[in-house]
C-alpha cells in the first residue's frame, strides 16, 4: 500500500472528527461514536492489529474517561458549594470592585490565574478551575469555555511543573544514543521552547479578549476587544518575561507557574490603580443574559437571587481557590506527592497485552476539588441541606458528559495503540507525520509545529504528543540538515498549541459549565488562535534554524513579518473602526 494512500486512511478518524462535530456541528456524543468506530475498523481489517490490543486499548479509554469524569465532578462541585454558601456572590463582588470590565477580568482570570494553575496541576485543570469561575461570574458558558480554551497554549509546555518536557520530551528522546544526558537535553531544550512561546503568546491575551468580543458582544465586533490592547499586552509581558528567565535559569519546572504568579502579582494591583484601564465610559460587558444566543448557556444554571448574598468575606470566599493552588503545590512538589501516588488502582496487561490502565486517584486534581469543597461547606458555615444541592445538581452534570467522553477517549487510545500491527506499519500519528515530511521537505519547520498540535488534538495530551514525535522530530531535523534540539522545541510548541483545539479538553471543559453538546462551536472558534500560534511558531523555527545559511529574510521571517504586520496594522486602525462603530449604534 502507497504511503500516501495510508496516511489518508490514518487520517480517517481526524477528518470524522473535523466533518462532524467542527463542520456540521454535530454534539461530540454524536460524532465521537462514529471517529471510534472508524478508528477500530482502520485497525482491525487495514493495520491488522489482533483483536485483544484494540478491546485492551478501548478499555484502557474508558478507564482515563472515568479519571477524567472525576475530575469534572470535583471542580462542578467546588463551584455548585461556593454558590450555595454565598462564596460565589462575594468574588463577582471581588471582580467587579476591580472593574466591571469583562475584558480585564478574562485577562486576569483565564490568562494569568489559568496560567498559575497550568503551572501546578495541568492536564486541563486550568478550564476545571478557571471556566467555571468565569461562568460564575455571568460570562455566557460557551465564552468561559472558549476563553479557558484560547490560555491552553503558552503555559501548557511547562505544566503541571514540567511534565510535557521532562516526561514528554525526555522520554521521547532516551531512545537517541547520541544524548548522553537527558535531563541536560530537556534542561536546554527547555530556554528555545520558552523563547518561542513567549513570542507567539504576546498575542494571546488580545486573542482572548478580540474573540470574547467579537462572538459574544452585541456588536459583534473585534475592535472592541482591541480597545484594551495596551492593557492586554502588558498582562501578557507581566506573565511571558519572568517565564522566559524561569526557563533559562530553573529549567523546565517553573515557567508557567512563577510567571502567571508574578503576572498576578503585578498585573492585579496595576489594575486597581487604573494602569492602562478603559475609562468608565468604554467599559465592556456581554448583553442581559435574556438577549445571548441559546447556544451560549450551560446547563449548570446559577441561581440569580443568593439567600447567602453578602454572609461570606472576601478572604473565605477566596480561601478555597487558594487551598486549592496551595494542596495542587504540596502534591506535586514534596513527598506528600509520593504518599498519594502510591494508591494506584491499576489494571494490568488488559486482555493479556501490554496495555495497562492506570488510576492515582488520590493524585487526581479531581480529589483535591473535593476535598475543599467538603472543607468548604465546614469554613463557610453550610447547612446540610445546601451542601446535599451542590452534590446533586454536580452529579447531574457529570453524568450528561459521560457519553462523549466514553467514545472519545477510547477512540484517542485506539489510534495510538496501532504498532505492533500484522501489516507492519507504524503506528497512525507517526504514519501521518512522515507523510507531511515527505511533502514538506526542507520546510517542514514551519509545520512541526502543526504535527505536535495533530498529536494533542488526538492524544489530549502535549506530553503524550511529546512522547510520541520528539524522537521523529529529532530525526527530520537531522535529515533535513538543521539544529534538531530546534525541531524538538517546535514540537513541544505546538503540542502545547494543540491543546486548544484538542477534542476531550473541549468535551471535559464544557461539561464542566453544562455545555454538553456543543463542543463542535468551540472548536471552530479556538481554530483561529491555534493556526495563529502554530504557523507563527513554526516560522521562527524556520527562520531561526535557516538564517545562517538562507539569510536574515527567510520564507520564515517573511511569515511571521506578516503575522505581525497585520496585527500592527488592526492596532494601529482600530480607533477608526472603533468611532465607524459608535456613529452606527448612535444611528
Known sequence: MGNGILAFLALLPIIVVAVFLVGLKWPASKAMPISFIVAVLLALFVWDVAFPQVAAASVN?????????????????????????????TIRRGFTDITPDRRIQVIIIAWLFGSFIEGSAGFGTPAAVAVPLMVGLGFP???????GMVIQSTPVSFGAVGTPIIVGVGSGVEPLTQ????????FG???????????????????????????????KSFSEGLQVWKFAIFASLAMTLPYVLVAYLLGPEFPALIGGLIGLLIVVPAAKKGFLMPKKDQYWDFEPKDRWDPLWNGKVELKQSDI???????????????LIAVLLLVSRLTVVGDWLQSVNLTLPHIFGTDITAEWEILFSPGFIFIVVAVLTYFMHGMKGYEFASAWKDSGKTMISAS??????????????????GAAGFQEMPLVLAEAVADLAG???????????????????????????????????????????TWMVALQAVGGAAGNMIC???????????????????????????????????????????????????NIGSILAIIIWGIAIYFIATNNKRLAALDKKNIA
Do not use: C
Not at 544524548?179 to 530537556?186: A, T, W, Y
Not at 447567602?308 to 487558594?322: D, E, L
Open 61 to 89: 479509554g474508558l478507564i482515563v474517561a472515568v479519571t477524567l469524569l472525576f475530575i469534572i465532578f470535583g471542580a462542578i462541585l467546588l463551584l455548585n458549594t461556593l454558590q450555595e454558601s454565598g462564596g460565589l456572590h
Open 141 to 147: 458558558a460557551m465564552a468561559a469555555v472558549v476563553s
Open 179 to 186: 544524548i548522553s544526558d537527558v535531563s541536560g537535553f530537556v
Open 189 to 219: 531544550v527547555a530556554g528555545k521552547i520558552a523563547l518561542v512561546h513567549a513570542i507567539a503568546g504576546i498575542l494571546i491575551p488580545l486573542f482572548l479578549v478580540g474573540i470574547l468580543t467579537r462572538f459574544f458582544g452585541k456588536n
Open 308 to 322: 447567602n448574598a453578602g454572609k461570606i468575606s472576601m478572604w473565605r470566599a477566596w480561601t478555597p481557590y487558594v
Open 403 to 420: 457519553t462523549a467522553l466514553v467514545f472519545t477517549v477510547p477512540m484517542v487510545q485506539v489510534f495510538l495503540n496501532t504498532d505492533g
Open 442 to 484: 526542507s520546510v517542514y519547520p514551519i509545520f512541526a509545529t502543526f504535527i505536535g498540535g495533530l498529536g494533542a488534538f488526538v492524544a489530549g495530551s502535549n506530553t503524550i504528543s511529546n512522547m510520541m514525535f520528539s524522537l521523529f522530530q529529532f530525526g527530520v531535523g537531522e535529515r533535513i540538515g538543521g539544529d534538531p
Open 503 to 553: 477534542v476531550h479538553n473541549v468535551v471535559a471543559a464544557s461539561a464542566v459549565v453544562g455545555l454538553v453538546g456543543k463542543e463542535g462551536h468551540v472548536i471552530r472558534k479556538t481554530l483561529i488562535p491555534f493556526v495563529y500560534y502554530a504557523l507563527l511558531a513554526g516560522s521562527i523555527g524556520y527562520s531561526i534554524m535557516w538564517t545562517a545559511d538562507k539569510g536574515i529574510f
